[in-house]
């Protein structure tokens, strides 16, 4: 940037922009910038300012101080519409974002706009590609470009002025405009530039910076966003971007658009900014240079002054500036003219390249009372805080109305404003209001929210278009009114009703708030209709009537449609009291119509009408309120009905229909039926919870759990996302499924409790557990977030149930009990009800014995229960009883279902009672026992109590043992000695008491169980298990014998437990106890039931008498191990997921064993659990010994505890890599390599192919690199002792090689040095290029795309440095006798070697002298050489090959040019024909010598003086010539010659009257002269004349005839010569030659109806088939060829299935879908495989349109065949042939290693 004349102009004419003069694709004619003025006075002044500036300016230009001038400033304002002028340079943040234009906010809350032919050149031109339809490339929409908050620089290409005066500010973001000032030499690495991405490359795209000779590229690494990841950018996409690098004298440019680089990036002095090229958005370092009230003054970039109005400074900080304080700014905008430059301090627009956020328009329209004036600036506006603290501010023309003169005073006078909101200015971050009156008291201001359909509204005509008139209601706010709507009837000219301005009133029809769209109607009938306009479903209610519109008319009936989205449907019984037939002859869209409600579904937006009952019927009232639904809302019910499934009740007092199912009214299963049995209809029952609400009716329960549950605020999850694992909730069985049960929960949400969760106990048969409607408690246990499932646990060791919860639910239900009795008494239905009522637990009555059962059971009388039975059962009736005795016994139980009272007479009952305390605790005997509850004696008190059954609410399964049945003692804990809930009953806690042993134990012996360390005991073997063995002892207690405490010599692989059988007496010692479950009552995992097995020794050292027998711990066992120790270990679990096996040394050591060091054999390893049994003896290494938890041993079952250099070892591969190989995961944490060259003893071609991840192999370890292990996977490594032929043997190091020795090795890498081949893990060789290949290759490159890394070559060795390490190689085929490794198909020169090198050398040495002889005296012949390091012979690589192509490339003209005899220009014959052909082959000499004397200086001019020529010229001339004239002659002599008129034809139809090629020629002779009726005439004649039996040449002639007919005739002669020719000619070419002619023109329908006669005619004709498809499938028909196909196959003989099938196949790969084709093929030849024919159509095929991969799979199939060994070689031939052609040497190499294996296998028949 080192121009001065643009700082400081010398005068002149100042350069005027041009405006553009393309029409926009949409132009603005409102005005959207909220300060403008719109006074005339006022543009005439700033006309006449801009006039006077301009004339200044001129005058200013004259010294360098006047221009200073132009950048000082004294006052501050803000950017004012009046101050804009075109290339105004903006900074602005994208609005909206539409279809055509880009709405940007400007500073100081203006807008502008963007249209989309103003972004860049190149996203121009694609807009045109893509409407002139002439490219396809991709085009982006505009929402793709750009979004809400982007930050960009603009300039204002045009201000347009519309009708009313407003201004619309026209802007521009293409680069050319913005970037205008600068130019190619200011370009600085450094500068933040915009630009638009002008095309996307490979690895970049190129970006159009407006500046012209500059490409600027952005590589695709440098295109990020904020989150640091690849950005991906389209054409026209605009950036901001920062240069990083300019190369090439500033024609090429690198950018970045990196968030971090772009926003740490400050426009510096070093970057040569100036007045003239300075951008909007730039940071800037600045000093402030003045504080002002109004902002501030800063001086920036050393010399130049910008200002920082008021809205642009951070609030908090306003106050703090002071003069010389140095901030941080960036450029707003800047005026070109003025050279005034406008700054901002907010740090939101600190960041270059960054977004703003855009605050949310719900305030918009927003009407503020009571708003104060914070500050105040006459020439710019006010800022005002509004109720809230939001400050605002209110710009100068907006605090007076618009024709009002501005009065300061009146505005300050006021301590308080009243404002709208209009706007928010995402620059400033401030909301915009405006204090006008005519604002603030309009109905709508901007958005369309605030209308409603239906509504009246006020508007203005602005314009008719074709589809409807757009009205305009407010400034902000335009509708359409469509066509149909503009007034009761179709308007065929509304322009003669409605003119643009005029007032009108409309009623809404609907309005989409979201893409602002309203709709209005004119409609007087709509307008002034009285009736209650349907704005919603909801208000069309049955009965009513109100006025619609006709939207559609059919068959079915008509669409009437109301206000918003709400329609419905008139059926034709519905239109009229009269029939009608035809509705659209009675009504038409657009139509008002009165309708009357028939029935609305709301829910489905169903609505069904009818014109014709609109005079009579009621309307329905309005509805009954609705029940407000509430999951676990207090409602009270009254029983509408009983059915078998509950009770079928009204919610009240709305009334509503509910369902409270039986199963829900109590917690108590038995209760639930006692309860429904209880309640009659018609009563009404309080505290019941809503549960689910789900169609048809509303749930309801009464169970208290769940009540409380819902009413204390548990744990409820609403939906399935407030699930978590782990959750408790409380639920009812839904569903009892044999796999589970169905647990269902408030709010619908169903969870299931699989079999094995349902309970602690084993589950046989889920019925047995649980009910239908049971309440449990249940914990989360799984969630399958996919499928929305969850599972949930029913165990009672997994739910525990809540504190004091067994007490509580034993007191609801007894309440729940007596509630009934007290029902049913109340009724007074019968005395039975009133005497049980009365009765209770514990009471003493007096009764007479009635009878004595012979089962030992007595029934009893009694006054006060006289309708009931009293009976005593046999255990409770003890003694003689006599019939008619008086006794007084106790009740224990009253049955309300069979209304029987249990009583008991036994003394302990009927005692005296003694008092229990709480806390006391007793042995309880259960007496009586139902389903729920039982009633208990607690001990010798003589006093009675209730408990509940169970004491978990999902308890419902017990043993026969657990159950509580009479007899059955308890031990008991008092709660309560007293509880009112229980009639004065005990209240208390229960659990089983232990069972009582009936074994007798002889004194000598010690407690059951109890034994110490070091006893002996005896006793018989009850189980032998693999790891274990249990032992029944004498007092019948059980102990375990461990595995490895039976014998003291154990065997590999033997099994020590199987030598104890059971039933076997055995003599053992105590060594210790283990914890053991009882699997009697509970499962193993239930805690509190746990007890100690003695632990014993069956080894003869530990029976002796002086055995020493102490217990040991497991720390200290394991002290006992050393690592590398061999130990015998026994198998104890095999764990398929982690691959571990588990084996165990002594009775509480155990050891695991990981998959690698199980064994060494893979296959083994695969299944261990097959290799090793439980309980197997088995040897092992200690690997490591842990002694932290859990504590245990680390073993090693393959002979090995720690890696080294030999061992032979199992690994899993983990990695497969192209170039390195195998990296194998190794036993104890281990890692290893293998290199390729030791994967086998014989190279393979691609020998990672037969690995993968995780497979298992056999390793041996050679060596140690780099912290792993290097393996080899060698036969000869792996087995050394299975003698084995090594093919490729293993290379360790340079003495292992020898020149001349022929080795095999892989490719590493290829580079400019040669092709690197590795022969072993550590030695690598190298070929040069001249050694690699017979052919010359461009580039290393070219060589390493045919010789990829990994590829198996045979070298020879030249030589082998052993000082350096360096193994020369060749990979010629004269060296290795292998093919070279470039196919000839390449088509590579050769690289000349031997005496043809020699004599091009000499040759090309002679000519360079000869040439510089020649030149030796032109002046511009250049002598500059390239001078070489080497000699031509030392040359080597692709550096030799270079040079070679180089200068054969000179010598190329030298030895093509040849002597080109002197021809004259032009040859001329006196035959009167002059043929083209002839001229065209004889150049002129002119023409081949043009070019050659380009020295003489006479270029342009042709020498027309005669050469004098040597003899031996003039002979070649004169021979030629001669050729020449004989050539002709003897094409005159030719009788093919066609004539010239119509007499020759004449005179040759003499000759051959039945040739219908002359006749043909004829005919065309005349249709060139358009005698059309002559050439008929001709045809006529030739029909006649030709003999019959001519008949080919006869259909020529009629085929001609149908040709000329079809282009010059009618569709009547056309049909009268096919009927002829049919006539006289075989049908069946007739018809072909007419489909063909049909088919050639296009004529699609003729020529389909031609082929359908046709196969219907000449069914039995293949080719007719075969014809059809052809041109089905030309048309595109593929789906009609294949049932075509079909119908062929159906009409045709079976003999020509097949070939019609394979032709169809052929004609799907020529015309139709090739995939299809194959299918066909594939499917013919797997039904007929020895068809060779069609094997090699398939492959033709298949070689022209299929992959390289398809086409060999076809040849593999095929050369696996059973057909005849000749036919296998010919395709065996083919195959070779195209690998040649198309492959690379390994794969022609495979195809013979293939060929060579079919002979071997076919043997000497093969071999012939």
């Known amino acids: 940037m080192t121009s001065t004349e643009e700082d400081f102009p010398r005068g002149g004419k100042t350069k005027q922009t041009t405006e553009s003069k393309a029409e926009p694709v949409r132009r603005h004619t409102e005005v959207d910038n909220l300060f403008e003025t719109h006074t005339a006075e006022e543009s005439k002044k700033r006309k006449g300012q801009k006039e006077g500036a301009l004339k200044k300016a001129k005058r200013q230009r004259t010294s360098k101080e006047e221009a200073l001038k132009l950048n000082t400033t004294t006052s501050v304002d803000i950017l004012q519409l009046k101050s804009l002028k075109v290339g105004t340079l903006l900074l602005g943040c994208v609005k909206e974002v539409a279809d055509f234009e880009v709405t940007i906010n400007l500073p100081s809350g203006l807008l502008g706009y963007l249209n989309i032919s103003n972004i860049s050149d190149s996203y121009t031109k694609i807009l045109s590609d893509h409407l002139d339809s002439a490219s396809s490339e991709e085009t982006f929409s505009l929402h793709s470009l750009f979004s809400p908050g982007m930050l960009v620089r603009c300039v204002v290409a045009r201000l347009d002025t519309a009708k009313g005066g407003s201004v619309s500010i026209q802007l521009s973001i293409n680069p050319k405009e913005v970037n205008k000032g600068l130019s190619t030499g200011s370009l600085k690495a450094g500068l933040i530039l915009s630009g638009c991405v002008e095309s996307i490359e490979d690895h970049g795209y190129l970006v159009d910076l407006g500046i012209k000779g500059t490409k600027a590229f952005l590589p695709k690494q440098a295109a990020k966003d904020k989150t640091n990841s690849p950005k991906e950018l389209k054409v026209g996409q605009y950036v901001t971007s920062l240069l990083e690098e300019v190369k090439n004298d500033e024609r090429v440019v690198r950018l970045s658009i990196s968030p971090t680089a772009v926003a740490q990036a400050v426009a510096d002095t070093a970057h040569g900014w100036t007045l003239t090229n300075l951008l909007p958005g730039l940071l800037v370092k600045a000093q402030i240079k003045k504080v002002t009230p109004r902002g501030l003054i800063l001086e920036f970039l050393s010399s130049f002054t910008g200002l920082v109005d008021f809205m642009h400074l951070e609030p908090e900080q306003a106050s703090t500036f002071n003069e010389g304080d140095s901030v941080k700014a960036c450029v707003l905008y800047v005026e070109p003219s003025t050279r005034l430059v406008g700054l901002s301090l907010r740090s939101h627009l600190l960041q270059p390249g960054g977004d703003v956020d855009l605050v949310a328009t719900e305030r918009i329209g927003e009407v503020a009372h009571g708003c104060k004036m914070t500050a105040l600036h006459h020439l710019s506006g006010a800022m005002l805080e509004l109720p809230d603290q939001t400050v605002v501010f209110v710009h100068r023309n907006h605090m007076k109305e618009p024709m009002e003169a501005f009065n300061l005073n009146r505005v300050m006078a006021k301590p308080e404003h009243t404002c709208r909101i209009m706007d928010f200015s995402p620059m400033e971050q401030v909301h915009l209001v405006s204090l006008r009156q005519s604002i603030i008291d309009a109905p709508f201001f901007r958005r369309y929210h605030d209308i409603q359909p239906g509504q009246i509204v006020q508007g203005m005509v602005t314009s008719l278009q074709s589809h409807g008139m757009m009205v305009k209601v407010t400034d902000y706010i335009r509708g359409l009114v469509p066509w149909t709507h503009l007034s009761d009837i179709i308007l065929k000219n509304p322009e003669k009703k409605y003119t643009v301005g005029m007032p009108i009133k409309c009623r809404v029809l609907s309005v989409d708030p979201q893409a602002k769209k309203l709709t209005l109607t004119r409609k007087r009938a709509l307008i002034d209709s009285s009736l209650p306009p349907f704005l919603t479903y909801e208000d069309a209610r049955r009965g009513r009537v109100s006025h619609g519109f006709i939207v559609c008319v059919k068959d079915f009936g008509c669409i009437v449609r109301f206000y918003g989205e709400v329609k419905g449907l008139v059926p034709p019984n519905e239109l009229s009291t009269e029939p009608v037939v035809v509705p659209e002859n009675m009504f038409y869209v657009g139509q008002v119509v009165k309708v009357k409600v028939l029935n609305c579904d709301v829910e489905k937006e169903k609505l069904l009408l009818s014109f014709k009952a609109v005079a009579g019927g009621d309307t329905e009232g309005p509805p009954k309120p609705k029940f407000d639904f509430e999951v676990g809302k207090k409602v009270e019910v009254k029983v509408v009905s009983k059915v078998l499934t509950g009770l079928e009740v009204s919610i009240l007092p709305e009334e509503t229909t509910a369902l409270l199912p039986m199963m829900h009214l109590s917690d108590h299963v038995s209760n639930c039926l006692l309860l429904w049995e209880g309640l009659q209809e018609g009563d009404i029952i309080s505290n019941i919870v809503c549960l689910s609400e789900k169609k048809p009716n509303i749930t309801l329960t009464k169970k208290p759990t769940l009540k409380s549950f819902l009413e204390e605020g548990g744990m409820v999850a609403k939906e399935f996302s407030d699930i978590t694992v782990g959750m408790q909730l409380i639920g009812w069985v839904k569903n009892i499924m044999p796999y589970g049960v169905f647990v269902e929960f408030p709010y619908g949400l169903v969870g299931l409790a699989p079999k094995a969760a349902m309970s602690d106990k084993f589950v046989s048969d889920t019925t047995s557990h649980f009910q239908l409607g049971h309440t449990v408690f249940a914990k989360v246990t799984n969630l399958d977030e996919e499928k929305r499932r969850f599972l949930v646990s029913l165990k009672m060791s997994e739910v525990p149930s809540p504190k004091r919860d067994c007490q509580a639910r034993l007191i609801r239900g007894l309440q729940e009990r007596k509630e009934v009795m007290e029902m049913m008494a109340s009724r007074g239905d019968s005395d039975l009800v009133k005497q049980l009522s009365a009765v209770t637990i514990g009471q003493r009555m007096k009764m007479s014995v009635d009878e004595v059962r012979e089962d030992g059971s007595v029934t009893f009388k009694s006054d006060e229960l006289s309708a009931a039975t009293v009976l005593a059962t046999k255990d409770h009736a003890p003694g003689k009883l006599a019939t008619g005795q008086e006794c007084m016994p106790v009740i224990l139980h009253v049955d309300l279902v069979t209304s029987e009272v249990y009583v008991s007479l036994l003394a302990k009952l009927t005692g005296k009672r003694k008092a229990v305390e709480a806390g006391s605790t007793h042995t309880a005997t259960v007496h009586h026992a139902d389903r729920d509850f039982a009633v208990i004696s607690l001990g010798d008190t003589a006093q009675l109590t209730v408990i509940q059954t169970t004491n978990h609410l999902n308890e419902t399964f017990r043993f026969d043992s657990?159950?509580?049945?009479?007899?059955?003692?308890?031990?008991?804990?008092?709660?309560?000695?007293?509880?009112?809930?229980?009639?004065?009953?005990?209240?208390?806690?229960?659990?089983?008491?232990?069972?009582?042993?009936?074994?007798?134990?002889?004194?000598?012996?010690?407690?059951?169980?109890?034994?110490?360390?070091?006893?002996?005991?005896?006793?018989?073997?009850?189980?032998?298990?693999?790891?274990?063995?249990?032992?029944?002892?004498?007092?019948?207690?059980?102990?375990?014998?461990?595995?490895?405490?039976?014998?003291?010599?154990?065997?590999?692989?033997?099994?020590?437990?199987?030598?104890?059988?059971?039933?076997?007496?055995?003599?053992?010692?105590?060594?210790?106890?283990?914890?053991?479950?009882?699997?009697?009552?509970?499962?193993?995992?239930?805690?509190?039931?746990?007890?100690?097995?003695?632990?014993?020794?069956?080894?003869?050292?530990?029976?002796?008498?002086?055995?020493?027998?102490?217990?040991?711990?497991?720390?200290?066992?394991?002290?006992?191990?050393?690592?590398?120790?061999?130990?015998?270990?026994?198998?104890?679990?095999?764990?398929?997921?982690?691959?571990?096996?588990?084996?165990?040394?002594?009775?509480?050591?155990?050891?695991?064993?990981?998959?690698?060091?199980?064994?060494?054999?893979?296959?083994?390893?695969?299944?261990?659990?097959?290799?090793?049994?439980?309980?197997?003896?088995?040897?092992?290494?200690?690997?490591?010994?842990?002694?932290?938890?859990?504590?245990?041993?680390?073993?090693?079952?393959?002979?090995?505890?720690?890696?080294?250099?030999?061992?032979?070892?199992?690994?899993?591969?983990?990695?497969?890599?192209?170039?390195?190989?195998?990296?194998?995961?190794?036993?104890?944490?281990?890692?290893?390599?293998?290199?390729?060259?030791?994967?086998?003893?014989?190279?393979?071609?691609?020998?990672?192919?037969?690995?993968?991840?995780?497979?298992?192999?056999?390793?041996?370890?050679?060596?140690?690199?780099?912290?792993?292990?290097?393996?080899?996977?060698?036969?000869?490594?792996?087995?050394?002792?299975?003698?084995?032929?090594?093919?490729?043997?293993?290379?360790?190091?340079?003495?292992?090689?020898?020149?001349?020795?022929?080795?095999?090795?892989?490719?590493?890498?290829?580079?400019?040095?040669?092709?690197?081949?590795?022969?072993?893990?550590?030695?690598?060789?190298?070929?040069?290029?001249?050694?690699?290949?017979?052919?010359?290759?461009?580039?290393?490159?070219?060589?390493?795309?045919?010789?990829?890394?990994?590829?198996?070559?045979?070298?020879?060795?030249?030589?082998?440095?052993?000082?350096?390490?360096?193994?020369?190689?060749?990979?010629?085929?004269?060296?290795?006798?292998?093919?070279?490794?470039?196919?000839?198909?390449?088509?590579?020169?050769?690289?000349?070697?031997?005496?043809?090198?020699?004599?091009?050398?000499?040759?090309?040495?002679?000519?360079?002298?000869?040439?510089?002889?020649?030149?030796?005296?032109?002046?511009?012949?250049?002598?500059?050489?390239?001078?070489?390091?080497?000699?031509?012979?030392?040359?080597?690589?692709?550096?030799?090959?270079?040079?070679?192509?180089?200068?054969?490339?000179?010598?190329?003209?030298?030895?093509?040019?040849?002597?080109?005899?002197?021809?004259?220009?032009?040859?001329?014959?006196?035959?009167?024909?002059?043929?083209?052909?002839?001229?065209?082959?004889?150049?002129?000499?002119?023409?081949?010598?043009?070019?050659?004397?380009?020295?003489?200086?006479?270029?342009?001019?042709?020498?027309?003086?005669?050469?004098?020529?040597?003899?031996?010229?003039?002979?070649?001339?004169?021979?030629?010539?001669?050729?020449?004239?004989?050539?002709?002659?003897?094409?005159?002599?030719?009788?093919?010659?066609?004539?010239?008129?119509?007499?020759?034809?004449?005179?040759?139809?003499?000759?051959?009257?039945?040739?219908?090629?002359?006749?043909?020629?004829?005919?065309?002779?005349?249709?060139?002269?358009?005698?059309?009726?002559?050439?008929?005439?001709?045809?006529?004649?030739?029909?006649?004349?030709?003999?019959?039996?001519?008949?080919?040449?006869?259909?020529?002639?009629?085929?001609?005839?149908?040709?000329?007919?079809?282009?010059?005739?009618?569709?009547?002669?056309?049909?009268?010569?096919?009927?002829?020719?049919?006539?006289?000619?075989?049908?069946?070419?007739?018809?072909?030659?007419?489909?063909?002619?049909?088919?050639?023109?296009?004529?699609?329908?003729?020529?389909?109806?031609?082929?359908?006669?046709?196969?219907?005619?000449?069914?039995?004709?293949?080719?007719?088939?075969?014809?059809?498809?052809?041109?089905?499938?030309?048309?595109?028909?593929?789906?009609?060829?294949?049932?075509?196909?079909?119908?062929?196959?159906?009409?045709?003989?079976?003999?020509?299935?097949?070939?019609?099938?394979?032709?169809?196949?052929?004609?799907?790969?020529?015309?139709?879908?090739?995939?299809?084709?194959?299918?066909?093929?594939?499917?013919?030849?797997?039904?007929?495989?020895?068809?060779?024919?069609?094997?090699?159509?398939?492959?033709?095929?298949?070689?022209?349109?299929?992959?390289?991969?398809?086409?060999?799979?076809?040849?593999?199939?095929?050369?696996?065949?059973?057909?005849?060994?000749?036919?296998?070689?010919?395709?065996?031939?083919?195959?070779?042939?195209?690998?040649?052609?198309?492959?690379?040497?390994?794969?022609?190499?495979?195809?013979?290693?293939?060929?060579?294996?079919?002979?071997?296998?076919?043997?000497?028949?093969?071999?012939?």
Request: net charge positive.
């Open 962 to 1808: 657990e159950k509580l049945t009479a007899g059955k003692t308890l031990t008991i804990t008092v709660t309560k000695s007293s509880c009112e809930e229980l009639e004065g009953l005990p209240l208390v806690s229960w659990e089983l008491a232990p069972p009582i042993s009936k074994r007798l134990i002889s004194n000598s012996k010690r407690s059951k169980g109890m034994y110490r360390y070091g006893d002996v005991v005896k006793g018989k073997v009850k189980t032998v298990k693999p790891t274990c063995v249990l032992v029944t002892l004498e007092d019948g207690s059980t102990g375990c014998v461990h595995v490895s405490e039976i014998q003291e010599v154990v065997c590999v692989g033997t099994f020590p437990t199987s030598f104890l059988k059971i039933g076997s007496e055995v003599t053992a010692r105590v060594i210790g106890g283990r914890e053991g479950n009882s699997h009697r009552f509970l499962p193993f995992s239930h805690p509190n039931f746990t007890y100690s097995m003695p632990e014993l020794s069956l080894l003869p050292r530990n029976l002796k008498e002086d055995a020493d027998v102490k217990p040991v711990k497991t720390k200290e066992k394991l002290k006992r191990y050393q690592v590398g120790d061999d130990v015998i270990c026994f198998v104890s679990k095999y764990f398929p997921k982690r691959k571990c096996l588990e084996v165990t040394t002594g009775p509480s050591v155990t050891g695991t064993v990981e998959q690698l060091a199980m064994t060494s054999d893979p296959e083994g390893a695969k299944h261990p659990e097959k290799l090793f049994k439980l309980g197997q003896a088995v040897s092992a290494k200690v690997v490591t010994v842990s002694s932290s938890k859990p504590s245990r041993l680390s073993l090693s079952l393959n002979g090995v505890h720690k890696l080294e250099k030999g061992h032979v070892i199992m690994g899993l591969v983990q990695k497969i890599d192209p170039v390195l190989g195998l990296l194998v995961k190794l036993p104890f944490s281990a890692m290893g390599t293998v290199a390729m060259e030791d994967l086998a003893d014989k190279y393979k071609p691609k020998p990672l192919e037969r690995y993968s991840k995780d497979q298992l192999v056999r390793c041996c370890i050679v060596g140690e690199a780099m912290s792993n292990w290097q393996l080899s996977l060698r036969s000869s490594r792996t087995n050394p002792e299975k003698a084995s032929v090594v093919k490729d043997p293993e290379i360790v190091s340079l003495e292992d090689l020898s020149e001349g020795q022929i080795v095999r090795g892989y490719v590493r890498t290829v580079n400019a040095q040669g092709v690197f081949v590795s022969l072993s893990r550590s030695i690598q060789g190298r070929a040069q290029f001249q050694k690699a290949t017979k052919y010359f290759v461009a580039s290393h490159q070219d060589y390493a795309k045919k010789v990829p890394q990994a590829t198996l070559l045979t070298t020879k060795i030249l030589s082998i440095d052993k000082e350096s390490g360096l193994v020369d190689l060749s990979l010629l085929q004269e060296d290795t006798g292998r093919p070279d490794v470039l196919p000839e198909s390449l088509g590579l020169h050769l690289r000349l070697t031997g005496e043809a090198k020699e004599k091009r050398d000499a040759t090309k040495k002679r000519k360079r002298t000869e040439s510089e002889s020649k030149q030796g005296t032109a002046e511009n012949v250049s002598t500059k050489k390239k001078t070489k390091g080497k000699g031509e012979n030392s040359d080597s690589g692709v550096e030799v090959f270079f040079r070679e192509e180089e200068e054969e490339n000179k010598l190329e003209p030298v030895e093509v040019e040849k002597p080109v005899p002197v021809q004259p220009a032009r040859l001329q014959v006196t035959g009167g024909f002059s043929w083209d052909a002839a001229l065209s082959a004889l150049k002129p000499a002119s023409a081949a010598l043009g070019g050659e004397d380009s020295s003489d200086g006479e270029d342009g001019e042709v020498n027309t003086k005669p050469q004098k020529k040597s003899h031996h010229e003039q002979e070649v001339e004169k021979r030629e010539a001669e050729k020449a004239l004989t050539k002709l002659e003897t094409e005159l002599m030719d009788p093919g010659l066609r004539p010239q008129t119509a007499a020759s034809f004449e005179r040759l139809l003499l000759g051959s009257p039945d040739s219908s090629l002359l006749w043909l020629q004829f005919m065309a002779f005349h249709l060139q002269a358009t005698q059309i009726e002559q050439a008929r005439a001709v045809a006529e004649r030739a029909l006649k004349t030709i003999s019959f039996r001519e008949e080919q040449e006869k259909l020529n002639v009629w085929v001609a005839l149908l040709n000329l007919e079809n282009l010059y005739g009618t569709e009547e002669s056309l049909q009268k010569v096919f009927e002829r020719a049919v006539q006289y000619c075989e049908p069946m070419p007739v018809y072909q030659q007419l489909a063909d002619i049909y088919a050639k023109c296009q004529k699609t329908t003729e020529a389909e109806g031609l082929y359908k006669t046709m196969v219907k005619r000449f069914r039995q004709e293949k080719a007719v088939w075969l014809s059809y498809g052809t041109f089905l499938l030309q048309q595109g028909q593929s789906d009609a060829a294949s049932a075509l196909l079909q119908r062929a196959i159906k009409s045709l003989p079976n003999k020509d299935n097949v070939d019609l099938i394979a032709k169809f196949a052929q004609l799907e790969f020529r015309y139709g879908d090739v995939e299809r084709g194959k299918a066909m093929l594939d499917r013919i030849l797997t039904s007929y495989p020895k068809r060779t024919d069609l094997w090699s159509v398939f492959i033709d095929l298949m070689v022209k349109h299929g992959s390289q991969k398809e086409v060999r799979a076809v040849f593999d199939r095929v050369i696996h065949l059973s057909v005849a060994v000749k036919r296998i070689k010919f395709f065996f031939k083919r195959y070779l042939e195209y690998e040649k052609k198309s492959g690379t040497p390994e794969s022609i190499q495979a195809v013979k290693d293939k060929a060579l294996e079919y002979v071997e296998s076919k043997g000497t028949e093969a071999a012939r």
